[in-house]
């Protein structure tokens, strides 16, 4: 199962490393956040929620709920 681990900011950009490290997943985060076995949020984040949609099983928001659901609406 692909799954993808999402934060923006620093905490959540430490907690989501770890959760990624333990489901074994994608974690995207803040460019100035990202380390060497992660992925940058490139451009709006809607946008990108919209992008990788489709290309994950299981997508694990580590922000508030509010930002997920505008992110999702529309999909």
Known sequence: ??????????????LANEIGQKLKGDVYVKEKYTIPEGYAIEGDFIDFVHKIFRKY???????????????????
Do not use: E
């Open 57 to 75: 099983q299981g997508l694990v928001f580590v922000m508030a709920t509010g930002i997920v659901v505008r992110a999702m609406q529309g999909l």
């Open 1 to 14: 199962m692909r799954i993808a681990i999402i934060a923006l900011t620093k905490n959540a950009s430490k």
